[in-house]
């Protein structure tokens, strides 16, 4: 599997350097494909001297082409990907750049999915300086996270499946000409998600949870340049795009497309409102005010973003729009539905283990692991809170198993922020947890519910080797601990003596 970096430029030399030094210093080497919309700065004069330089070094990686004329973003990208001889295509803006490690990482994603036809990774958005602001969120557990193909559109719809910005995109270079490549009515607005809805109906998707690319947020970036107004019609088409692919699954549990519409007036009178163009407010924010189910909508899309706890596996066995306690719908397969008891015992947890981070002084992170399961109980009939929430001794083990599995997520989403490739693979985690209460339930003489936590976690060497590890480092410090306290008995004896 070969990879192409396909970068479009114009008039941004600047920033254009950048972007293909980070391309050519790849860990795992690649082509790249450098797309000029007939810049009228230097741009030809430094890329061709740059390509003669590498020849001469024996490297032919770097491809030039100069549009004869203006043609636009869309254009430009769907020229490189037609020039470009992997099967792989990372398309790339030229005031945006890559981690060395970018195309290694996908690469090695991609490899355990044949599958797949896009692949995506977080990004930090950076200042023209380089300096941080802000990092897109995780997309599912572990480091690499597989949705199926039917259950994609879903998650566009709901936002739960944030493929991003070409900086953070890979696409399979067959399924993007099939597709008919970027569309240029939708020229740098909405042109690269318009192609991620098309591609995604010939495979599954891949999120690579790590921070391989580099967006920068400036003045200067083509889709500032829109009016607010364009980029919400733009972004209702899309929807509706999106609405369109949504699996037959999940069709009665979406919400009403004039929903989805008032949500994004919602959205967008925020963004006006932010960005002080208080002009536009009011003609975006329209009747959308008075619609509830859009206020729930914009409230789950916020939570989504600020909370690493709606990063879960079960994502799409839940439906979305249903408050805690309410009854599933008929319609509803089984394996759409999810048991109020782990709700229970998961909000339960997730309390102790906020409250405990409270008392250590921890504020920030006391507050993002108890928010959900806060909002929840608020949001839940109160007999609920009495009845099953405060009560976790009474709900099975492996109902306490899975909740504590998926709290992990919580904690495992803020130890990766702080410590971040040093901690184990989130799965190897869960699996380890699962060992640990498998071996409860099997010291409570419970056999058959030994057997229904430990699987499939037995089989994981790597969980054995943690809890080997766990096991073998409380030793430890349980003998420090016991040469601690002899200390400070001797001590204490011979000053009593004294």
């Given at each position: 599997?070969?990879f192409?970096?396909?970068?479009?430029?114009?008039?941004?030399?600047?920033l254009?350097?950048?972007?293909?030094?980070?391309?050519?210093?790849?860990?795992?080497?690649?082509?790249?494909?450098?797309?000029?919309?007939?810049s009228?700065?230097?741009?030809q004069t430094?890329?061709?001297?740059?390509?003669?330089?590498?020849?001469?070094?024996?490297?032919?990686?770097?491809?030039?082409?100069?549009?004869?004329s203006?043609?636009?973003?869309?254009a430009?990208m769907?020229?490189?990907?037609?020039?470009?001889?992997?099967?792989?295509?990372?398309?790339l803006?030229?005031?945006?750049?890559?981690?060395?490690?970018c195309?290694?990482?996908?690469?090695?994603?991609?490899?355990?999915?044949?599958?797949?036809?896009i692949?995506?990774?977080?990004?930090?958005?950076?200042?023209?300086?380089?300096?941080?602001?802000?990092?897109?969120?995780?997309?599912g557990?572990?480091?690499?996270?597989v949705?199926?193909?039917?259950?994609?559109?879903?998650?566009?719809l709901l936002?739960i499946?944030?493929?991003?910005?070409?900086?953070?995109?890979?696409?399979?270079?067959?399924?993007?000409?099939?597709?008919?490549?970027?569309?240029?009515?939708?020229d740098?607005?909405?042109?690269?998600?318009?192609?991620w809805?098309?591609?995604?109906?010939?495979?599954?998707?891949?999120?690579?949870?790590?921070?391989?690319?580099?967006?920068?947020?400036?003045?200067?970036?083509?889709?500032?340049?829109l009016?607010?107004?364009?980029r919400?019609?733009?972004?209702?088409?899309?929807?509706?795009?999106?609405?369109?692919?949504?699996?037959?699954?999940?069709?009665?549990?979406?919400?009403?497309?004039n929903?989805?519409?008032?949500?994004?007036?919602?959205?967008w009178?925020?963004v006006?409102?932010?960005?002080?163009?208080?002009?536009?407010?009011?003609?975006?924010?329209?009747?959308?005010?008075f619609?509830?189910?859009?206020?729930?909508?914009?409230?789950?899309?916020?939570?989504?973003?600020?909370?690493?706890?709606?990063?879960?596996?079960?994502?799409?066995?839940?439906h979305?729009?249903?408050?805690?306690?309410?009854?599933?719908?008929?319609?509803?397969?089984?394996?759409?539905?999810?048991p109020?008891?782990?709700?229970a015992?998961?909000?339960?947890?997730q309390?102790q283990?906020?409250?405990?981070?409270?008392k250590?002084?921890?504020?920030?992170t006391g507050?993002?692991?108890?928010?959900?399961?806060?909002?929840?109980?608020?949001?839940?009939p109160?007999?609920?809170?009495?009845?099953?929430?405060?009560?976790?001794?009474?709900?099975?083990?492996?109902?306490?198993?899975?909740a504590?599995?998926?709290?992990?997520?919580?904690?495992?989403?803020?130890?990766?922020?702080?410590?971040?490739?040093?901690?184990?693979?989130?799965?190897v985690?869960?699996?380890?947890?699962h060992?640990?209460?498998?071996?409860a339930?099997?010291?409570?003489?419970?056999?058959?519910?030994?057997?229904?936590?430990?699987f499939?976690?037995?089989?994981?060497?790597?969980?054995w080797?943690?809890?080997?590890?766990?096991v073998?480092?409380?030793?430890?410090?349980?003998?420090?601990?016991?040469?601690r306290?002899?200390?400070?008995?001797?001590?204490?004896?011979?000053?009593?003596?004294?």
């Amino acid at each position: 599997m070969q990879f192409s970096i396909v970068i479009t430029t114009y008039n941004r030399l600047a920033l254009l350097k950048r972007a293909i030094e980070t391309s050519l210093a790849q860990s795992y080497p690649c082509e790249v494909v450098v797309i000029d919309d007939c810049s009228s700065d230097e741009t030809q004069t430094y890329v061709q001297e740059l390509q003669q330089q590498l020849i001469a070094d024996g490297d032919t990686r770097l491809i030039y082409h100069r549009n004869a004329s203006n043609s636009g973003h869309s254009a430009s990208m769907n020229s490189g990907v037609k020039l470009a001889s992997g099967d792989w295509i990372k398309p790339l803006d030229d005031d945006d750049y890559l981690d060395s490690n970018c195309i290694r990482q996908m690469r090695r994603a991609i490899q355990q999915n044949s599958k797949a036809v896009i692949c995506s990774c977080q990004a930090e958005q950076v200042d023209p300086d380089g300096h941080p602001l802000h990092r897109t969120p995780r997309a599912g557990p572990g480091r690499a996270f597989v949705i199926p193909q039917e259950d994609i559109h879903y998650g566009m719809l709901l936002e739960i499946v944030p493929f991003g910005t070409p900086v953070q995109v890979a696409f399979k270079r067959s399924a993007f000409l099939e597709m008919g490549g970027w569309d240029s009515q939708f020229d740098g607005n909405c042109d690269d998600i318009d192609s991620w809805i098309k591609i995604s109906q010939l495979g599954d998707a891949i999120f690579v949870n790590k921070c391989l690319a580099y967006r920068t947020i400036w003045d200067g970036a083509l889709n500032h340049k829109l009016s607010l107004r364009k980029r919400l019609e733009t972004n209702i088409l899309m929807k509706q795009k999106i609405y369109d692919c949504v699996a037959p699954q999940y069709q009665e549990n979406i919400p009403k497309f004039n929903h989805v519409i008032a949500y994004l007036r919602l959205h967008w009178a925020a963004v006006a409102f932010k960005q002080k163009k208080f002009n536009e407010v009011l003609p975006i924010l329209s009747f959308s005010i008075f619609c509830l189910p859009a206020w729930e909508l914009l409230l789950r899309a916020i939570l989504f973003r600020q909370s690493p706890w709606l990063s879960r596996p079960t994502w799409f066995r839940e439906h979305p729009f249903r408050l805690p306690g309410e009854n599933s719908s008929p319609h509803l397969k089984p394996s759409l539905t999810r048991p109020i008891k782990l709700e229970a015992s998961r909000h339960s947890l997730q309390l102790q283990q906020s409250w405990l981070q409270f008392k250590k002084g921890k504020w920030k992170t006391g507050f993002i692991l108890g928010q959900h399961a806060i909002l929840n109980i608020f949001k839940s009939p109160i007999s609920h809170h009495f009845s099953s929430r405060w009560n976790i001794r009474k709900i099975p083990l492996h109902q306490q198993a899975n909740a504590n599995s998926v709290l992990l997520e919580d904690i495992y989403d803020i130890l990766q922020k702080k410590y971040q490739s040093d901690i184990p693979d989130l799965k190897v985690l869960q699996h380890y947890l699962h060992l640990r209460w498998s071996w409860a339930a099997l010291r409570q003489g419970k056999l058959c519910t030994t057997v229904r936590i430990a699987f499939p976690a037995v089989l994981n060497r790597r969980a054995w080797q943690t809890w080997l590890k766990i096991v073998r480092l409380q030793h430890q410090q349980e003998r420090q601990n016991s040469v601690r306290r002899k200390l400070i008995d001797s001590l204490h004896d011979s000053h009593s003596d004294s």
